[in-house]
T-cell receptor, first 111, second 113 residues
C-alpha cells in the first residue's frame, strides 16, 4: 500500500461549489503539506502543518482552508471553487529533517 | 532569502546522451540539497540528496555534488534512457526555516529513442 494516499484522484466541479481533497499517510510523520502544481510554475505551498495542533499558511493560501483531523489525515478545502484553481494538487509528509514524501496527486478541474 | 534556480526546459536529448541539469541556490549557511523526480502522471519522489559541502548524492545512475563554492547542485547522468523522461526538481532545506523545502521551478527532460 502507498505511504501517502489522496482522494479523489480526479475531480471536475463547477464554479462556486465547495470541494474537499483528502490526504492520509502511514509513515507516522508529524509534518504534512498541501501543494499546488501548475504547468511551468513548479510547486507552490498552500498550507502546512507540523503537528495536529499546528496549521500554517503557505505562499498561496487565499481561497483555501485545511483541517488536520489526526496525525495521519490532512484535508484541503476550496470554499467556493473558481476556474483558476484548476490544477494538480499534491499532499506530502516529512519528518523533522525535511525529506518529503508525496502522494499521487489530485487533478482538479473547475468549470 | 533562500531560493533555488534551475535551468529552463524542456531539455531534449537522444538516448545514451550525457545529461546535465543545472541547479544553483541562494542560502546562508549549509542547507541540505535534494533532487526530486516526477514521472508522467505520478507524484514527486526523492531521487538523491546531499547534506553537506562536497557530498555526492547518487541513485539510478544519477549524481549530484554539493558545491559550496559555486552554490550549485547540478544533476548528471552519463547515459540517459527513454525511461528517464520526467520533470526534475531541485530543492533545499534549512534548519532555520524548520526544514521546509524551497523548490526550483522544475526542468522537463525528454529523451528520444
Amino acid at each position: 500500500d502507498a505511504d501517502v494516499t489522496q482522494t479523489p484522484r480526479n475531480r471536475i466541479t463547477k464554479t462556486g461549489k465547495r470541494i474537499m481533497l483528502e490526504c492520509s499517510q502511514t509513515k507516522g510523520h508529524d509534518r504534512m503539506y498541501w501543494y499546488r502544481q501548475d504547468p511551468g510554475l513548479g510547486l507552490r505551498l498552500i498550507y502546512y502543518s507540523f503537528d495536529v495542533k499546528d496549521i500554517n499558511k503557505g505562499e498561496i493560501s487565499d481561497g483555501y482552508s485545511v483541517s488536520r483531523q489526526a496525525q495521519a489525515k490532512f484535508s484541503l478545502s476550496l470554499e467556493s471553487a473558481i476556474p483558476n484553481q484548476t490544477a494538480l494538487y499534491f499532499c506530502a509528509t516529512s519528518d523533522f529533517q525535511g525529506e518529503q514524501y508525496f502522494g499521487p496527486g489530485t487533478r482538479l478541474t473547475v468549470t | 532569502g533562500n531560493s533555488v534556480t534551475q535551468m529552463e526546459g524542456p531539455v531534449t536529448l537522444s538516448e545514451e546522451a550525457f545529461l546535465t541539469i543545472n541547479c544553483t541556490y541562494t542560502a546562508t549557511g549549509y542547507p541540505s540539497l535534494f533532487w526530486y523526480v516526477q514521472y508522467p502522471g505520478e507524484g514527486l519522489q526523492l531521487l538523491l540528496k546531499a547534506t553537506k559541502a562536497d557530498d555526492k548524492g547518487s541513485n539510478k545512475g544519477f549524481e549530484a555534488t554539493y558545491r559550496k563554492e559555486t552554490t550549485s547542485f547540478h544533476l548528471e547522468k552519463g547515459s540517459v534512457q527513454v525511461s528517464d523522461s520526467a520533470v526534475y526538481f531541485c530543492a533545499l532545506s534549512r534548519m532555520d526555516s524548520n526544514y521546509q523545502l524551497i523548490w526550483g521551478a522544475g526542468t522537463k527532460l525528454i529523451i528520444k529513442p
